[in-house]
């Protein structure tokens, strides 16, 4: 494949996502659906560096190129490469029995998080039939609502704090 540019998508469950080039510099899509584009040697290095590609965290907007990746193929496509549009259209649209397999596959944790906040949200704007809620808690192991059924407040809580430890001071 000629060195064209390609469309890359920050893909993030929530905020921002740093890149960084095969020459040393970083760059950075600040938000979500927020989209550069990169030379097709460059999206080769941030797939081999490091698993940003795989595990769907940046979004590669060029059918060709997550084939030449081997993301897609005929039979389909690997769940973690999905952009959130397509992954709001599997939580809101498909049944449960076809939720459930694709839930049983093996989704990155990005991935997971990005189902759950997804769902979070189309149960807080319009509702979501219990069976589906009780389907994506069991198989993510993440809360959708409190346990009153009241919404949860903060949407964006999946990834746990770390604790930072200080260095002790010798006096």
Known sequence: ??????????????????????NGKKFVLPSQTAFTNIPTDEVWHIYN?????????????????????????EEGTDINA???TDLKEIVIDRPISEIKEILSSDLSDGTKEKIIILAREEYKEKGMDAKKVKLFEAELNMPIMESDGSD????????????????????
Do not use: H, W
């Not at 060195?3 to 890149?19: D, E, H, S, T």
């Not at 560096?49 to 193929?73: H, N, P």
């Not at 949860?152 to 006096?171: C, G, L, P, R």
């Open 82 to 84: 999905l952009s959130r």
């Open 49 to 73: 560096s490091c698993k940003t590609i795989q595990k769907g965290y940046l979004f590669i907007d060029d059918k060709a190129m997550r084939v030449e990746l081997g993301l897609e193929d």
């Open 152 to 171: 949860i407040k903060i949407t964006n809580d999946i990834k746990v704090s770390k604790k930072v430890k200080k260095a002790q001071v010798d006096k």
């Open 1 to 22: 494949m000629a060195n064209k540019n390609i469309k890359v998508v920050n893909n993030m469950p929530a905020g921002r996502l740093g890149l960084e080039y095969s």
